[in-house]
């Protein structure tokens, strides 16, 4: 299918999609008013943090070009995130999501942490910065390092995230206590306003061992792990006004194959469409 009519066709079967392109490169406005043009009135979209500000290393030619040559790099080439470009990569971001946000297809922005921000070298109010400006507009943070999660640091970051009004985000992943994996039995919704839950699938020894994105979260739902997905959702949608359930299983089909049987199984719709692996997985193996 060519690529202009992708989104039309996802949004004839869903209505909510996590954006993962803007964590390398904003997108420019013109491009993000033709995915509004492409959706619904009532489509979603939840946005992914430029990498820099999400603190994962990012190089000059990654960032908008009114920027790159105000910028200083590493000798690793890497850009160093100052107070300033900080702020003026966040006015960028906000600036390019304008359309979404006037047409009501905004969901919130998704700020993906790298598991290097961790309680032993940083502070989560590191973050304010980026909260005071996202939060008031909807945030979602992903934390990828397990000790935010565990013992009396549990406590003090939940009290974080509630008290800054700010989502912080669930999983379901593997059932391995190592240090890049949050625990999928943390259930607690931070902010009554919006929950979020991304899967990323239960293969351990993919998600530590696999050498890319397809690699790391390749697995594929079966129907009763979805029925238990099934029943968190609905969990968490008696605590909060929106529950956002994102499947990051991005191998082959499996991510859109677990979302419609979701679907089916929270009754928004009648029948999952039956699996078509020529539309899939040809040439894929």
Known sequence: MPAGERLGWYAQRFDLVEVNSSFYAIPAPRMVERWCRATPDDFLFDVKVHRLLSRHAAKLKSLPPTLQAEAEADAKGNVVLTDEIEQRLLDELIGAMESLRVTGRFGAFLLQLS???????HELTELEPLLVRLSPLGLVVELRNRNWAEGAQLARTLEFFRHENTTLS???APNEKHFTIMPSTLNTVTNPRLAYLRLHGRNADAYLRGKTV????????DDAEIAEVAERAEGLAGEAEA???????NALDFAPHAALRLRQALGQITKAPARQPDLFRSGKG
Do not use: T
Not at 115 to 121: E, G, I, L, T
Not at 214 to 221: I, L, N, Q, S, V
Not at 243 to 249: A, K, R
């Open 170 to 172: 669930l999983v379901d």
């Open 115 to 121: 598991p290097a921000f961790s309680p032993r070298k």
């Open 214 to 221: 397809a690699e790391r979260f390749y697995y594929d739902y």
């Open 243 to 249: 529950v956002h359930v994102i499947f990051n299983n």
